[in-house]
Nanobody, 125 residues
């Protein structure tokens, strides 16, 4: 019943930054862990990062750890992905996803089954 809409994608040079947003509507996302996934041309969709509803727990893919930061503002029903030091290999369609995991849970990538439509991030070399 939760609808997710991503925004903030675009074209950026290597080393630059972008901030993605994911706005949830349709119902409160109380208890929902939120994640970002991405799919690059010719590759499978892959996990990027997730955050628990409480914000107390996060998990990052090794490839983005130290460069990307996930955050959420539950009062605004919005999740953010701050992406710094972008690399050409970060080029992908980025998807926001939700999974009901209670206050502190993250679940696993396969648990995320509610998706936004994605936003394109292109990093030029």
């Amino acid at each position: 019943q939760v609808q997710l809409v991503e925004s903030g994608g675009g074209l950026v040079q290597a080393g630059g930054s972008l901030k993605l947003s994911c706005a949830a509507s349709g119902q409160t996302f109380s208890g929902y862990a939120m994640g970002w996934f991405r799919q690059a041309p010719g590759k499978e969709r892959e996990f990027v990062v997730a955050i628990s509803w409480s914000g107390s727990n996060t998990a990052y893919a090794e490839s983005v750890k130290g460069r990307f930061t996930i955050s959420r503002d539950n009062a605004k029903n919005t999740v953010y992905l701050q992406m710094n030091s972008l690399k050409p290999e970060d080029t992908a369609v980025y998807y926001c996803a939700a999974s009901w995991q209670g206050a502190h849970g993250l679940g696993y990538p396969s648990d995320y089954k509610t998706w936004g439509q994605g936003t394109q991030v292109t990093v030029s070399s």
